[in-house]
């Protein structure tokens, strides 16, 4: 199956600090998708990029496509206490949209 | 809306016991998926649905099989569990992702925690 690396695995940081975390895959994909979860739930979507290249914000999530459609990365600004939890890369198949594949995780921790 | 329910949220098996995991979604959703999480990793693609009728394997199809007999339902069946199928098991769903317009949006339920003993 696809490869995905997803890095760094943990952070610690202090409220108010901005966050970066990014993934790579061995080969395309067609969508770029990020992921929260909070212990004992789902993940949560909150944001999806459909094209190379585009960059798009949500309230103070920032995340891009990369132009070689094998990597993206997501940026987190002015961290919050509730910021807390693990997020996810995902990618759709660039060869079958019915195949998604999930990166191994960023565990975020913010000390207030 | 109930979204994404998956039943039951904890279950404990022995090994080379059988059991069903059962999602249902409420969305009309044609796409449905399952998925097993084990610590440090990320989420794998189990089996799939593309619609009622329509399953295809995953990443990890091996020891289980799944049926889509309407629309709202995708049971996960583990016909014989063994201790390295203990994980945790979440059911997801969205509208058709070849379909741009429909925006691959999936909605998770809450998971299956699951270990064989």
Known sequence: ??????????????????????????????TWLWYK???????????????????????????????????????????IPSDVGIYFCAGQDGYNFNKFYFGSGTKLNVKP | NAGVTQTPKFQVLKTGQS?????????????????????????RLIHYSVGAGITDQGEVPNGYNVSRSTTEDF???????????????????????????????????AGTRLSVL
């Not at chain 1, 952070?11 to 790579?24: K, L, R, Y």
């Not at chain 1, 979507?45 to 891009?64: D, H, M, P, V």
């Open chain 1, 1 to 30: 199956g696809q490869q995905l690396n997803q890095s760094p695995q943990s952070m610690f940081i202090q409220e108010g600090e901005d966050v970066s975390m990014n993934c790579t895959s061995s080969s395309i994909f067609n």
């Open chain 1, 37 to 79: 979860q909070d212990p004992g739930e789902g993940p949560v979507l909150l944001i999806a990029l459909y094209k190379a290249g585009e960059l798009t914000s949500n309230g103070r999530l920032t995340a891009q496509f990369g132009i070689t459609r094998k990597d993206s990365f997501l940026n987190i600004s002015a961290s």
């Open chain 2, 19 to 43: 059991m069903t995991l059962q999602c249902a979604q409420d969305m009309n959703h044609e796409y449905m998926s399952w998925y097993r999480q084990d610590p440090g990793m990320g989420l």
């Open chain 2, 75 to 109: 049971p996960l069946r583990l016909l014989s569990a063994a201790p390295s199928q203990t994980s945790v098991y979440f059911c997801a769903s969205s509208y058709a992702p070849w379909d741009r317009v429909a925006k691959n949006i999936q909605y998770f339920g």
